[in-house]
Every structure is written in structure tokens, then in C-alpha cells.
């Protein structure tokens, strides 16, 4: 059934421009809202440079394919305009609860009581940042997670006042944009898929102050281990296929033992005080002079899309 939805996306920045490629290249027509034509021209370039890597490594055939993707994804600079049609809208504006809020204000009072106002934040509250709308029940978190065009998995974060169909016409959009969302019941912090990442960062950042191993080798073992496993099976599988019986006997020993601090530790504090951000400004944990830097980002995107090109293969099998 094709999907009805009419999408519009408030942010042409790094997460709206993929969410609009993400659309179009599901066949939808996409608005886009820039703040003004810088940011509307990089969120262009930004689309064409994604749409080019995709086809180089085959992802998508044909340059003709990718020209017709690039022609449904349209850059308005009027955010009235961009949302006149729209049935469902996608905000992608930066993390500030604030702006968030205002933003959410404005389109409760422009837009037609059925327009679901959805937001691409990654770790606020949905309920809070309905907080001074009129009509809570069709706010919700659609978290893509970065890159929005490569990464499958969306999170639909019902908030305290989330209708059913709200949460409801955001699975059946996600799906026809071939993603794989979930649905976190509860505004919980950090929702799912950050509560599980930062639990296994503070884990590697308590065996690194440890002196267990160096920050190399943490890397490794996740890398070459659970990082190969779990694409297959997620944590509840890999425990059912290894045995409850021995995860239940190595939990009751290796859970006390297991870090419980409350905020970054001292190496990474260090290095934040220090200004020394990551890839962002050149270093971090790891030096990232530019050819490493783009070493790593073309490693990192090829081998995402080799995984969306098995995704899409599967989709066309099931059809």
C-alpha cells in the first residue's frame, strides 16, 4: 500500500537533508525549510555529495536514478510554505529544548488539527517539548540516527500525551521509507539506542582509566567481537543462542564488578577541558590529521552501505 503521507522537513542541516534523501529515494516528495540560502545550498550539496558516494559503490545504479531522487526533494525558505500541504512534518532544527519548544508553538497554531509534528531530537522530551502546544497527542520522536540516509534503525518516542495514531502513521511512514523504527513506550532519557551505547562507553571508558587495556585494543575487541554479532542478533538473541543458564551465571558475578560512575572520567574530561573535541578540530582520544579523517569516514560510509545494499536486496526479496 503506497503510503498517503505528504512530508515536510524544518532543517536542511546534517540530519534534514539525509532524512529528505532518505524520503525521496523512497519515492516521496519532500519539502525542505532552510533557515536561509547558505543553509539551503549545503543542504543541496550535501544531498548531490551522498547521492554520489550511493552510486559510486553501487548502492544506486544509474546517475539518471540519482537525478531523479535529487528532483523530489524541494528546498523552500519560507517555512510557511514549506509546510502549507504537509500531512506530516519532520523537525530537524538544533538541540536546544528552547528552540525546540518555540518552534513546536508556531506549528501547533499553523498547522490542521491531523498534521503530526514529529521531532528528530536525540535525547530531549517529547512530552516537553510539546509542553506549550495545544494538541500533545500528535507530537512525537522520530530519532533518525546519523547518517540519516544509512542508518536503518529510527526510534518512535512516544511522549506522555502521544496518541495511538500518532505513533501509529509515523510506523507506517517509517516503514515506507524502508526503515526499521521501534517503539520506546516510555520518554525515557537518551530512549534506547544511546542508553545502550553510553552503557558500553562507560564500560570501555572504566577499562581504559583501569589500564585493562589500551584504547586500541577496547576498540578492537568490540570491533572484531560483539561489533560482528550483533548486526545479526541483538543482546536477548546472543544471550538465547549462548544460554540464559551461562549469561545468568555471568552476570551474578560480572554485574558488581561493572562501572557505575556518574559522568565522563578522567581521561575524557581531560581532553574535553584541553578543547580537543574528536574528528571535529583534529583531535581526541585518537590524533585525526585530514587524510585519516577521511580515511575513516570513507571506511565507515562504504561499509554502511554495503549493509544498506543487503537491506534493499532483502526488501526486494520479500517483495
Known amino acids: 500500500?503506497?503510503?498517503?503521507?505528504?512530508?515536510?522537513?524544518?532543517?536542511?542541516?546534517?540530519?534534514?537533508?539525509?532524512?529528505?534523501?532518505?524520503?525521496?529515494?523512497s519515492k516521496f516528495e519532500v519539502n525542505v525549510w532552510g533557515n536561509d540560502e547558505a543553509d539551503i545550498e549545503r543542504g543541496r550539496k550535501g544531498v548531490r555529495d551522498k547521492l554520489g558516494v550511493l552510486h559510486q559503490y553501487g548502492a544506486i545504479e544509474s546517475e539518471q536514478e540519482c537525478r531523479e531522487i535529487e528532483s523530489r526533494i524541494h528546498f523552500i525558505p519560507n517555512m510557511e510554505e514549506c509546510i502549507a500541504d504537509a500531512t506530516f512534518i519532520i523537525e530537524a532544527v538544533p538541540e536546544n529544548l528552547a528552540l525546540k519548544q518555540d518552534l513546536f508553538r508556531k506549528l501547533d497554531a499553523l498547522c490542521p488539527e491531523g498534521v503530526i509534528l514529529a521531532s528528530n531530537t536525540s535525547g530531549l522530551s517529547p512530552t516537553e517539548i510539546a509542553l506549550h502546544t495545544s494538541q500533545p497527542l500528535r507530537t512525537v520522536v522520530t530519532h533518525f540516527w546519523n547518517p540519516g540516509h544509512l542508518i536503518p534503525l529510527v526510534?518512535?518516542?512516544?511522549?506522555?500525551?502521544?496518541?495511538?495514531?500518532?505513533?501509529?502513521?509515523?510506523?507506517?511512514?517509517?516503514h515506507a521509507m524502508n526503515k526499521k523504527p521501534i517503539v520506546v513506550k516510555k520518554d525515557v532519557l537518551g530512549s534506547i539506542g544511546n542508553r545502550l551505547q553510553y552503557a558500553l562507553f562507560r564500560e570501555a571508558q572504566y577499562l581504559l582509566e583501569s589500564d585493562v587495556a589500551s584504547m586500541e585494543d577496547i576498540d578492537a575487541a568490540v570491533r572484531y567481537s560483539i561489533g560482528r554479532r550483533l548486526p545479526v542478533?541483538?543482546?536477548?538473541?546472543?544471550?538465547?543462542?549462548?544460554?540464559?543458564?551461562?549469561?545468568?551465571?555471568?552476570?551474578?558475578?560480572?554485574?558488581?564488578?561493572?562501572?557505575?560512575?556518574?559522568?565522563?572520567?578522567?581521561?575524557?574530561?581531560?581532553?574535553?577541558?584541553?578543547?580537543?573535541?574528536?574528528?571535529?578540530?583534529?583531535?581526541?582520544?585518537?590524533?585525526?590529521?585530514?587524510e585519516f579523517s577521511e580515511k575513516m569516514n570513507r571506511e565507515r560510509e562504504r561499509e554502511l552501505i554495503e549493509w544498506v545494499k543487503k537491506d534493499l536486496q532483502q526488501n526486494s526479496d520479500e517483495n
Open 1 to 25: 500500500m503506497i503510503n498517503q503521507e505528504k512530508l515536510s522537513i524544518l532543517g536542511a542541516g546534517t540530519m534534514g537533508h539525509s532524512i529528505a534523501l532518505t524520503a525521496a529515494w
Open 155 to 174: 526510534e518512535v518516542v512516544r511522549g506522555e500525551h502521544t496518541s495511538n495514531e500518532t505513533v501509529q502513521r509515523s510506523l507506517d511512514l517509517l
Open 233 to 290: 542478533t541483538g543482546p536477548f538473541m546472543s544471550a538465547d543462542m549462548g544460554g540464559l543458564d551461562v549469561f545468568d551465571s555471568i552476570s551474578s558475578y560480572l554485574f558488581p564488578d561493572l562501572s557505575t560512575a556518574q559522568a565522563s572520567m578522567e581521561t575524557m574530561r581531560g581532553l574535553v577541558d584541553e578543547g580537543k573535541y574528536g574528528q571535529k578540530n583534529g583531535a581526541g582520544f585518537y590524533e585525526w590529521p585530514p
